[in-house]
């Protein structure tokens, strides 16, 4: 087992960024579960990544990336590792024309409101969206039946070793809510994206009627992350959204321990206190096999599981 103290002391004096021990990850989660990661570094700058990368190699140590905690399941054990957060260190915007330079760590209402007070009209539908814009890059995520693959150009990533690379549109491999970047470990450093010129009032009035539709179908209090699965086409066009599903299994507001079925909207599980990861994927298990059973089909989760060994998956590979 490598010394903590020592890479710790070691990632501190390379001045890689923020440098810490024993984080509570359900500080960094929506969902507000996780123990402690061994040690978490949020970079200052991409060689602040690089460096922590270089040092994980070193010393054969499990790196975990995440951003904004917004569709991960941290398990209660935590992670024996390094934890990597991408938010500040990677936050540029720059706007030239219709094309915007994002930086991975940009948080996701924001680049939407920079993008409409710009005059740019195509990002309307990811102001509620609680992530960083490399997760939500990695995740293809979006809303109002769009993605945010249909502005994406190009994408700049680093690998383990610290070198870098820049991805097409094209091999990005982008379909519904799914990229290339979920069966590699490449990490997002940004991207370049192409919007298309509009009225910064009217983009501001479409925002604002989301995030008015947003909270009107979505748990507001409760911590949540997001829809648990992901809507499957087949499925749809014989049983509806998961959501209904899950609903027409009368699972809406069934509960193991402090994770419950939201009742304002069945793919939504809320931690109504003290919830466990054990009592959240206990809790998907049970729908997983309710749904299965009445459907002959298996839901599949759009959120990802971290386990304590940092092999992030989604989350039904692990039940
Ligand atoms: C209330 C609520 C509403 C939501 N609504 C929506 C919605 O409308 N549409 C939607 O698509 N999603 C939605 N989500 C889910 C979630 O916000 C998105 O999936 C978001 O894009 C995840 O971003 P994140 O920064 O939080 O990523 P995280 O949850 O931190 O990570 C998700 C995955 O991305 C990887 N990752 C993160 N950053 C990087 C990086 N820079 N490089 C490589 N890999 C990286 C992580 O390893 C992990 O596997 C919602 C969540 C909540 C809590």
């Given at each position: ?132 814009f ?6 293809n995520?979006?809303?109002?039946r ?42 997002i450093?940004?991207?370049d ?41 087949a ?8 959501g ?16 419950e ?17 054990a009592?959240v ?39």
């Amino acid at each position: 087992m490598p010394n903590l103290a020592h890479i710790t002391r070691q990632l501190k004096e390379k001045s890689v960024g923020t440098v810490l021990t024993e984080e509570l990850l359900s500080t960094h989660s929506t969902w507000k579960i996780g123990g402690p990661a061994d040690i978490f570094v949020l970079p200052a700058q991409p060689q602040g990544l690089s460096d922590t990368l270089q040092m994980a190699r070193e010393y054969a140590l499990p790196v975990v990336i995440i951003g904004g905690g917004s569709n991960l399941l941290f398990d209660d054990e935590g992670v024996r590792g390094i934890v990597i957060k991408i938010d500040v260190g990677l936050s540029h915007i720059e706007i030239d024309d219709n094309r915007i330079r994002v930086g991975a760590g940009v948080w996701v209402p924001c680049l939407a409101r920079a993008a409409g007070k710009a005059g740019l009209t195509g990002l309307e539908h990811i102001i509620g969206i609680p992530g960083t814009f490399g997760g939500l890059l990695f995740m293809n995520g979006g809303s109002q039946r769009k993605s945010i693959s249909e502005c994406v150009q190009k994408v700049r990533v680093i690998d383990r070793r610290g070198r870098q690379q820049e991805f097409s549109k094209q091999e990005c491999h982008f379909t519904y809510r799914k990229s290339v970047f979920q069966q590699t470990d490449f990490i997002i450093l940004g991207a370049d994206i192409e919007c298309q010129p509009g009225d910064s009032g009217l983009i501001r009035q479409e925002m604002l009627a989301i995030l008015r539709s947003r909270s009107e179908k979505f748990p507001r209090k409760l911590p949540n992350c997001g829809s648990v699965f992901v809507s499957d086409p087949a499925m749809y066009d014989s049983f509806g959204p998961p959501g209904k599903i899950i609903e027409d299994c009368n699972f809406k507001g069934a509960a193991v321990g402090d994770a419950e079925v939201s009742r304002h909207h069945a793919n939504f599980i809320v931690n109504t206190g003290r919830a466990t990861s054990a009592q959240v994927m206990e809790l998907i298990g049970r729908i997983r096999w309710k749904v299965y059973e009445r459907t002959n089909c298996w839901l599949r989760c759009e959120v990802r599981y971290v386990p304590p060994g940092g092999e992030v998956k989604q989350l039904h590979t692990f039940l």
